[in-house]
């Protein structure tokens, strides 16, 4: 009989608001049981150190340039994931095991084969007493791979292990898409890439016009119009299915430069079909499906809120597929992706495959991440 772990992850995303953190029970298989999930927002001199920085990182050059301030927020970061760890610990009383560490993404970058999360593992481990996983992406890019998408094993867990009808396709709209093709148990018959833009585009047009993070339910955009002449022009300029053969992206892969014209209600509009046409026609063009065979599109992911958006990459799907929010199933949207670092954790622990090639393009099926005993 597999062992059961009680594993907690934590995961920042490329909004860089603040923190997901989940505890998970699981085998590190096919068995696993949501226990606790929170988000914890960084505070205002956090955010606005990461949106600094950000602008800063364009390249492995860059890393070293501003390798003072990198350093300098590391140690922030990690001395935020070490409060909440324990507030969490003490406040649930339950003894995890070990702990998933993602870190902060500043920079990734498919083609150079590069992606630099910030954050100590070490330190984390000596300050929570527990056994930390962290650095999951390198052996990924070390064996050829681009090191994201990762989730795509935890997102075959909850496809089979919640009976939901395959061939099902799971649709994390986060700072960026990205899509995974479950249509078995089988870890290998995995399908999964980034499709392109998911909020990053909508939250920083937002950021630029008001003092908000995000527009919420998608509201704003729906008092806008949208420029068609724009939008496809746009459109023409992306071609996600060819672009580069990338499997992975980074949220500056993308800019705001073909909508600066707009007003803010028009822009966000605009931006709201420019991303929806992207998801809807990156589906259409890499899952291939005869006109009478169903397919169904789960939400996950922040993005899933955004009414707006939901509405227009559904009225553009073919009467044969369907979409559905994963909460419709009686699954917390919010925090899909904490839960998966908590289970890579447990497989990493426990050196188990966590990436495939099928699913980040790497050469042979890859372990990952870096254990940490520091106390």
Not at 58 to 81: A, G, M, P, V
Not at 135 to 163: M, S, T
Not at 182 to 192: A, G, H, Q
Not at 356 to 372: A, M
């Amino acid at each position: 009989m597999e062992k059961f772990y009680t594993s907690l992850g934590l995961m920042s995303g490329t909004s860089m608001d603040g923190v997901d953190a989940s505890i998970i029970r699981s085998d590190g298989e096919s068995n696993y049981e949501p226990i606790f999930d929170k988000y914890f927002e960084y505070d205002a001199v956090i955010y606005s150190d990461l949106l600094n920085l950000r602008d800063k990182i364009n390249s492995i050059k860059d890393l070293t340039t501003n390798s003072y301030q990198i350093n300098e927020l590391e140690r922030k970061i990690t001395l935020f994931h070490a409060k909440i760890s324990k507030e969490i610990i003490k406040n649930t009383e339950i003894d995890v095991d070990l702990v998933g560490f993602h870190g902060q993404t500043i920079l990734h970058n498919a083609q150079e084969k590069i992606s630099k999360q910030i954050g100590e593992g070490n330190l984390l481990s000596s300050l929570l007493k527990k056994e930390v996983v962290y650095n999951f992406r390198e052996n990924d890019i070390l064996n050829g791979g681009q090191g994201a998408p990762l989730a795509p094993i935890f997102h075959n867990l909850l496809v089979n292990q919640n009976k939901i009808e395959k061939p099902a396709c799971v649709l994390n709209v986060g700072g960026i898409a990205n899509i995974t093709l479950v249509i078995s148990k089988n870890n290998e018959d995995l399908t999964s890439f980034d499709v392109g833009p998911g909020n990053c585009l909508l939250d920083e047009w937002v950021r630029r016009h008001t003092q908000m993070k995000y527009d919420e339910n998608g509201k704003t955009s729906k008092t806008g119009k949208t420029s068609e002449v724009i939008l496809n022009q746009a459109i023409d300029n992306f071609d996600n299915i060819n672009y580069q053969k990338k499997l992975s992206f980074d949220i500056k892969d993308f800019d705001l430069s073909f909508v600066k014209g707009l007003s803010y209600e028009d822009g966000l509009s605009t931006l709201v079909d420019f991303t929806a046409i992207i998801i809807y026609q990156s589906i259409l063009k890499s899952i291939k499906i005869k006109e009478n065979e169903k397919l169904l599109i789960i939400v996950c992911g922040g993005g899933r809120k955004n009414l707006s958006l939901m509405e227009s990459i559904r009225k553009r799907l073919p009467k044969n597929i369907s979409l559905k929010i994963i909460d419709d199933y009686k699954i917390d949207g919010d925090f899909i992706e904490s839960q998966a670092f908590a289970y890579l954790a447990i497989r990493s622990a426990l050196k188990k495959v966590i990436s495939f090639p099928n699913t980040t393009d790497v050469l042979k099926p890859s372990i990952g991440g870096v254990l940490v005993k520091n106390f």
